[in-house]
């Protein structure tokens, strides 16, 4: 018991990235994206190009002002957001683990899933990137929602519905990537067949994709 001990301990202390420094990590990139997006991005040009057929330039002024308070308590909350995130699906993924009786740390998939959250975050680099190379005028409603290597890019969207059109924006190869991380992730556990964590990570794939699907149209029939 003492030599597993000495080397669980040995294995943890190699581990130059730890946990906390991963969340850390995903909190303050995400952050300066944030406050890179605003400051570079959504522009007082672009405001006016996005709702100058709508709205008077001193409401538009308004709002604007609005947004930016808001963004404010955006950033004091992310460290919250983005924990409750993480631990969200830390807990779909460890559910059918407990149901096995199988015990794995919750913090051993916490981390599993913090690293595979660094896939989703670099979507919103790309994202920040192809924007700020954009022309200001050349920025719509829909380019502000361009999902990189998306199914969507294929399609014409006048085909669709938005809310079908949204739900297809979630199938792109970073959401695959998330997969392989997470599935790589639970491999090393070495607690089930290979092919059970496969069917693991789709389930709850799919599970997070229908609960975001859902969450929207409420929000959107609500209001």
């Known amino acids: 018991m003492s030599n597993v001990i000495a080397i669980t301990n040995e294995e943890e202390n190699d581990i130059m990235l730890k946990t906390w420094h991963l969340f850390f990590l995903i909190v303050i990139v995400s952050v300066l994206i944030s406050i890179a997006f605003q400051k570079f991005i ?3 040009e672009v405001y006016y190009s996005l709702l100058g057929n709508q709205m008077e330039d001193y409401r538009i002024d308004d709002y604007m002002s609005l947004m930016r308070k808001f963004q404010v308590w955006g950033y004091i909350a992310t460290p919250l957001i983005i924990w409750l995130r993480i631990a969200f699906v830390t807990f779909l993924i460890q559910l059918p683990f407990m149901l096995k009786n199988i015990d ?3 913090k051993v998939i916490f981390r599993i899933i913090a690293i595979a959250y660094l ?3 670099s979507v919103d680099v790309i994202r920040f990137f192809y924007l700020y190379f954009k022309p200001a005028a050349q920025i719509t409603v829909d380019s502000l929602s361009f999902m990189p290597l998306a199914l969507t890019n294929l399609l014409n969207k006048n085909d669709y519905s938005e ?3 949204s739900f297809l924006n979630k199938i792109n190869l970073f959401e695959l990537l998330w997969c392989v991380v997470v599935y790589f992730g639970l491999v ?4 089930m067949e290979n092919i059970d964590y496969v069917l693991i990570v789709f389930f709850v ?3 997070i994709l229908a609960l975001t699907f859902g969450v929207t149209l409420f929000i959107r029939v609500l209001f």
């Open 163 to 165: 809310m079908i059109f």
């Open 119 to 121: 896939v989703l975050l």
């Open 205 to 207: 794939w799919i599970g």
């Open 104 to 106: 794995i740390p919750f």
């Open 42 to 44: 959504m522009t007082r």
């Open 188 to 191: 090393k556990t070495k607690k």
